[in-house]
């Protein structure tokens, strides 16, 4: 397991399959730390469960397509689960659905 990003106000955890995402995902604590993906992360499906995320913005959603795109170039699949609604709606504005898989009917 590995933790980062706390004393940036968010969290990531990386369990097998998983990598768990919380606290504010926003330009002010991300600006510093690019999008990575963990070198324990291994697929060829990863879920990235965003139910302990309070707040983000769109540099946030920035960050997660960052990291799509890394796991995409690793031969791994992403799929979002528990999504605040703001990324939701942010998504849909964006026209980002197809790109992000994003599991609905999850709280």
């Known amino acids: 397991m590995k933790t ?3 004393e940036r106000g968010w969290t990531l955890r990386v369990d097998p399959g998983v990598i768990r995402l ?3 995902l ?5 600006d510093r730390d690019p999008a990575h993906l963990p070198a324990d992360v291994v697929g ?5 469960h965003l139910g302990q995320v ?3 913005d769109t540099a946030g959603l920035a960050w997660l397509a960052a990291l799509q795109s ?4 690793k031969g791994i699949r992403l799929r979002y689960t528990h999504a605040p609604q703001a990324m939701r709606q942010m998504m849909a504005v ?3 659905e197809g790109l992000m898989p994003l599991e609905t009917g999850l709280d």
């Open 26 to 30: 926003l330009r002010a604590g991300l």
């Open 70 to 73: 890394r796991a995409e170039a």
């Open 94 to 96: 964006y026209g980002l």
């Open 44 to 48: 060829p499906e990863v879920d990235v």
């Open 54 to 56: 309070k707040r983000i």
């Open 4 to 6: 980062a990003g706390a």
């Open 22 to 24: 919380g606290g504010n």
